[in-house]
Structures are given as structure tokens and as C-alpha cells.
């Protein structure tokens, strides 16, 4: 593993990226266009055989891939899922993934799936409790784990810090990489009214080794989280300042519901992608 004080944990900068999904299997296989990078829920690839991972294999041949999951729940109180884990391993021994991702959340309770991405008290009791859990995963699955902050609709009254001072501590103990969701920080920064610069600002660079951008839902008194439109403006400004912070690190474009043609989910990578080198350059002035 890399030193804890190394530049994104020593990980590589694959560029800009766009998550791979269904509708667009047709066109990408079609003409394999240039993309940087694809993400990967890991979930559906976790199979035994058959098209999924036929489909994956075409993927892998001609574009560097990175696994995303849903369903780690690092911050549940019930035990590890093992057999998840093995199957999780097996996949990114397949993909040959630098990094694994998940969400600092948890999506399990009383042994029942809520799938939902549920926050967590910031109480120092929960990052000890997160931070081993974090560490086992990471020694198990043999590759770097990286954390994304998730968009959330409630706090608790427990909470003792700052959303960003919990991300921070909990990373910092587990030693392990940030996936840093811009959106994710402008959604929340919306519904519990704080200034998401601050947020972004707090950050640890080093630790950063992804960034997820996306669009939302306004509806007035609160945001959802629903990756289903363009980026706003203010996420691209976040994004900038984010670059600015942390220098050119891997980034997405998540676009999950409503999804577009392909060529509209890469102009929106295009834009990243100016943002990103407009940023990057004025760092080296």
C-alpha cells in the first residue's frame, strides 16, 4: 500500500470518466469512443457468467475500468458480509480495478437491506466503529478503498462535528482514499444549510482519488440526490474550487435515471474535462 502521505495514495489519474450503463451498450460497442475511463457498479457484474460479464470482458479490452458498489453498508452495525466481500474480491481480481469505492453510510439494519444510502451520527464512536470496518475491508479486498461522502436528508441530534471533520477523521484513521461527490456536497450543503465551500475546502487533497459529479432534483425546500439531469452551475463552480484544491484527479459523470444518449453524457465529460484543465493549468502559474 502506498504511503499515507503520497499524492492520492499513489494512485493513478485516469482522466474523465462516465459511468457504463445499459442503454449505451448498443452505441459504445457500435464504434468504441474515446473515453477516458468507464465506472462500474459492482454490483451487477458480481455473477457467476453469462452476458453481463461477456459484455464486461469487451469493456476491459479497450478501456481501463474502476468498480463502484452500493451495498458494502461499511457503516452498519451488523457483521461483515463475507460472502459479498469474497464475491466483491473475485470481481476486482477480473477488472483489475486500482481502486474499489464505496459510500460512508449504511444501507443495512436488523439484518434487513433498507437499499438506501443512510448517513451516520458524527460522533467519535462512529468513526472508530467505521474506521476498523474500513481497514478489514481494505487488508481483505488487497486493493485501496476509497469512501464517498453521500447526499443526506436528515442529522442527528448525537452528532458532535461537521459532516466534512467526520469524513476526514474517518479516512485519516482507517487510512484510506476520499470519493469526493461534488453534487453529493452541494445537495446536502442545500438541505442542511451550510456553505459547501467550506466543505470542499476541508478536504484533504492527498487523500482524494476520485470525484463524482452529477445532477439533482429541486423541488423547492429540499434537493434529491437522483443523478437523472445536467450539472448545475454551482456544482461546476464546487468542482472547480475542488480542482483548484486537489489538483487533476480521476472524475465522473454519474447519470443514472432519465439517462440521455451517450453522446450527451459525453459532452458533459467534456465539459468536466475544460473545467479540469483550465483549473489545473492556473495551479501551475
Not at 458480509?81 to 443495512?108: I, N
Not at 478489514?136 to 485501496?144: G, I, K, N
Request: proline share 6%; net charge negative.
Amino acid at each position: 500500500m502506498a504511503s499515507t502521505n503520497s499524492p492520492r495514495l499513489g494512485l493513478p489519474d485516469l482522466g474523465v470518466g462516465v459511468g457504463l450503463r445499459l442503454p449505451h451498450y448498443e452505441t459504445i460497442f457500435a464504434s468504441f469512443p474515446h473515453v477516458d475511463w468507464f465506472e462500474i457498479i459492482s454490483e451487477n457484474f458480481m455473477v457467476q457468467g453469462g452476458k453481463p460479464l461477456a459484455n464486461l470482458n469487451r469493456i476491459l479490452d479497450r478501456y481501463p475500468v474502476v468498480q463502484h458498489g452500493v451495498s458494502l453498508s461499511i457503516g452498519s452495525t451488523s457483521p461483515l458480509d463475507w460472502d459479498y466481500l469474497r464475491g466483491l474480491k473475485a470481481l476486482l481480481q477480473r477488472v483489475r480495478c486500482p481502486w474499489v469505492s464505496d459510500h460512508l453510510c449504511f444501507t443495512q439494519a436488523g439484518g434487513v437491506n433498507i437499499h438506501d444510502l443512510l448517513p451516520l451520527p458524527y460522533t467519535e464512536e462512529a468513526i472508530r466503529h467505521v474506521a476498523s470496518r474500513a481497514r478489514t475491508v481494505q487488508d481483505f479486498l488487497e486493493v485501496p478503498l476509497a469512501l464517498e461522502n453521500v447526499s443526506s436528508y436528515l442529522t442527528y441530534t448525537s452528532s458532535t462535528m461537521t459532516e466534512w471533520a467526520f469524513l476526514n477523521a474517518v479516512v485519516d484513521e482507517a487510512d484510506c482514499g476520499i470519493l469526493l461527490d461534488v453534487n453529493n456536497i452541494y445537495v446536502s450543503s442545500y438541505n442542511h444549510r451550510f456553505d459547501p465551500r467550506e466543505y470542499v475546502d476541508a478536504v484533504p487533497p492527498h487523500r482524494v482519488v476520485q470525484v463524482h459529479l452529477a445532477g439533482h432534483s429541486n423541488f423547492g425546500k429540499y434537493i434529491l440526490d437522483t443523478h437523472s439531469d445536467h450539472v448545475i452551475d454551482p456544482v461546476w463552480d464546487l468542482y472547480r474550487r475542488a480542482i483548484r484544491r486537489v489538483g487533476p484527479v480521476s472524475t465522473l459523470i454519474e447519470w443514472d435515471d432519465d439517462i440521455p444518449s451517450f453522446e450527451t453524457l459525453l459532452a458533459e465529460a467534456e465539459r468536466a474535462r475544460t473545467i479540469r484543465n483550465e483549473e489545473v493549468a492556473g495551479r501551475a502559474v
